[in-house]
Nanobody, 123 residues
Framework: QVQLVESGGGLVQAGGSLRLSCAAS????????MGWFRQAPGKEREFVAA????????LYADSAKGRFTISRDNAKNTVYLEMNSLKPEDTAVYYC????????????????WGQGTQVTVSS
């Protein structure tokens, strides 16, 4: 089992950048595929990015490609989401999630979730 804690959210102007972090407990972090999802008010949770256990393979939502970068440091039990050129439509609560299977875009495939961190992008 793994426990996840996100940090790094905040208020930023459009065009700005933020780096989210997700710290995981447990000694087997390097076995987990990690994902970032987000949920805006009144909307369903949506996939943002995912990364393989080794970090060698990544997946991105179309909305994130070219602007967001997912990475991980298995020595620090941490996964990151670097977000650049932020837009007001990126405003949401961002969640990290973990699973033992292949990296996936589907939130239902992830059994472990953090509590979320709020990102607000002002216009």
């Amino acid at each position: 089992q793994v426990q996840l804690v996100e940090s790094g959210g905040g208020l930023v102007q459009a065009g700005g950048s933020l780096r989210l972090s997700c710290a995981a407990s447990g000694r087997t972090f390097s076995s987990y595929r990690m994902g970032w999802f987000r949920q805006a008010p009144g909307k369903e949770r949506e996939f943002v990015a995912a990364i393989s256990a080794s970090g060698a393979s990544t997946l991105y939502a179309d909305s994130a490609k070219g602007r967001f970068t997912i990475s991980r440091d298995n020595a620090k039990n941490t996964v990151y989401l670097e977000m650049n050129s932020l837009k007001p439509e990126d405003t949401a609560v961002y969640y990290c999630a973990a699973r033992l299977g292949l990296a996936s875009r589907r939130s239902n495939d992830y059994p472990y979730w953090g509590q979320g961190t709020q990102v607000t992008v002002s216009s």
